[in-house]
C-alpha cells in the first residue's frame, strides 16, 4: 500500500467515526481483523465484532475532532501518527500500528496514546 492509499483508509476511518454508519465501520476491516484500544488490551476480534464495539462506545456528535496521517509505509504495515482534540479540552496523540490485507483492509489495529497535559 502507498502513502495515498493510507490516508484515504484513515479519512474513511475517521468519516466511519463521525457518522458511526455499521457498513462503513465494517468495510474498514478484514473479517478476522484483531483491534486493540491499548498495547495491553485482549484484542477485539472480526469486523463485525469491531464495529460492536465502536456502536456500543460512541463520542457525542460534534464533541470531537481528529486528524491522522501516515508515517512509515511499508508494504503491508503501516505506523501512524494523529491528534484528537475533544471539546471538553482534552487532547489525544496518538500512535497506531496497523497491518493490511492485499484489498487495504485493516487486519490488526493497535492504537497507543497519550493524553496531553493541561497547563
Known sequence: MTSDDIQAWLDR??????????????ALFTEDASHRYHPYDEPIFGAQA????????QDEPGSWE????PHLVTDDRVITTGKTSYSNGN????????????????RRFIEWFVLEPKD
Do not use: K, P, Q
Open 13 to 26: 476511518y475517521v468519516e466511519a467515526w463521525h457518522t458511526y454508519d455499521r457498513d462503513a465501520i465494517v
Open 50 to 57: 469491531i464495529a460492536d464495539d465502536w456502536l456500543a462506545n
Open 66 to 69: 481528529a486528524e491522522y496521517h
Open 91 to 106: 487532547v489525544y496523540w496518538n500512535l497506531w500500528e496497523l497491518e493490511f490485507d492485499d484489498s487495504g483492509r485493516c
